[in-house]
């Protein structure tokens, strides 16, 4: 497993930008797939996006297409989550995910899915006004 910590969460207005960031320790996260999961109040969590160990491959919620980029850097150990033209509909609590070791069927997955990840953050509160 690998221990991981978002920042960057905040207040932001409809039409606004915010890069989210996930610290990771330990020395298998370049081997890793990340993801990024959003919960709002009353509502389960949802994927948004995730990205493979090079970033050779990324996948995305229809619903942040075109709007939001997940990168990382593994020389930093951390993964990225660029938001642009939020919305109100993307506030919610974010939380960043990792999978170390990769099965097949992950492999092939867009990771989309909560319950293949083993590690998680503690969240960190994104808030979109109109």
């Not at 991981?4 to 039409?15: C, D, M, N, R």
């Not at 993964?79 to 992950?106: F, G, H, P, R, W």
Request: net charge positive; aromatic share 10%.
């Amino acid at each position: 497993q690998v221990q991981l910590v978002e920042s960057g969460g905040g207040w932001v207005q409809a039409g606004g930008s915010l890069r989210l960031s996930c610290a990771a320790s330990g020395r298998t996260f370049s081997r890793s797939r990340l993801g990024w999961f959003r919960q709002a109040p009353g509502k389960e969590r949802e994927f948004v996006a995730s990205i493979s160990w090079n970033g050779g491959r990324t996948d995305y919620a229809d619903s942040v297409k075109g709007r939001f980029t997940i990168a990382r850097d593994n020389a930093k150990n951390t993964v990225y989550l660029q938001m642009n033209n939020l919305k109100t509909e993307d506030t919610a609590v974010y939380y960043c995910a990792a999978k170390v070791t990769i099965t097949v069927s992950d492999y092939l997955s867009a990771m989309d899915d909560h319950r293949r990840y083993d590690s998680w953050g503690q969240g960190t509160q994104v808030t979109v006004s109109s």
